[in-house]
């Protein structure tokens, strides 16, 4: 199994501009979570879905952040408008089951926001 | 709401040391405990996952304990090498979400 990809790996771009990353989960999990990581605050659950729908958005930071989760085997996180305090690495995860059960973690996405 | 402490945020130890890596939580109504290694822009690697009705879990030369009363879990590692070098997090369950600690970055010099 390829794990769980992410794209891109780096993305810089300016303030205000719209940010998508993607991710694609291991074949078979049926849960994906979005975590953001900085110095600061270390690594934080933004929001996980379970079998496509999302079950908790409670740490997504405000309005300008949203996820989809079209199908199985692919989600979205999108920035709109983008801002330098967005700049982290974004880390996508899967697994097997929402509670209990490993985690599987993408290489992360390096966002930068000038 | 749940806190996870790591301290110190980071150790060097000579090659071949055995070290234990602690973690704390506030809340120990958890579903169950995770150790992660970090390598420097790489993702999280899951190393042990300790149910909350277990005690321990052992991989190779990793030993994680857990003791939900006092809110603690330990990382035992024996015989040091330096490709251990990373940073390690400890993450507990609870209510389908992980709480992560900040990590403890390790050196293990030759």
């Known amino acids: 199994d390829a794990g769980v990809i992410q794209s891109p790996r780096h993305e810089v771009t300016e303030m205000g501009q719209e940010v998508t990353l993607r991710c694609k989960p291991i074949?078979?999990?049926?849960?994906l979570f979005w975590y953001r990581q900085t110095m600061m605050r270390g690594l934080e659950l933004l929001i996980y879905f379970n079998n496509n729908v999302p079950i908790d958005d409670s740490g997504m930071p405000e309005d300008r952040f949203s996820a989809k989760m079209p199908n199985a085997s692919f989600s979205t996180l999108k920035i709109q408008p983008s801002e330098p305090r967005d700049s982290a690495v974004y880390f996508c995860?899967?697994?097997?089951?929402?509670?209990?059960?490993?985690?599987?973690f993408g290489p992360g996405t390096r966002l930068t926001v000038l | 709401k749940q806190e996870v402490t790591q301290i110190p945020a980071a150790l060097s130890v000579p090659e071949g040391e055995n070290l234990v890596l602690n973690c704390s939580f506030t809340?120990?109504?958890?579903?169950?405990l995770q150790w992660f290694r970090q390598d420097p822009g790489k993702g999280l690697t899951s190393l042990l996952l300790i149910q909350s009705s277990q005690r321990e879990q052992t991989s190779g030369r990793l030993n994680a304990s857990l003791d939900k009363s006092s809110g603690r879990s330990t990382l035992y590692i024996a015989a040091s090498q330096p490709g251990d070098s990373a940073t390690y997090l400890c993450?507990?369950?609870?209510?389908?979400?992980?709480?992560f600690g900040k990590g403890i970055t390790l050196s293990v010099r030759p």
């Open positions: 074949s078979g999990h049926n849960s």
């Open positions: 993450a507990v369950e609870a209510n389908s979400k992980l709480t």
């Open positions: 809340d120990s109504a958890i579903y169950n």
């Open positions: 995860a899967s697994s097997l089951d929402r509670r209990g059960r490993e985690q599987f």
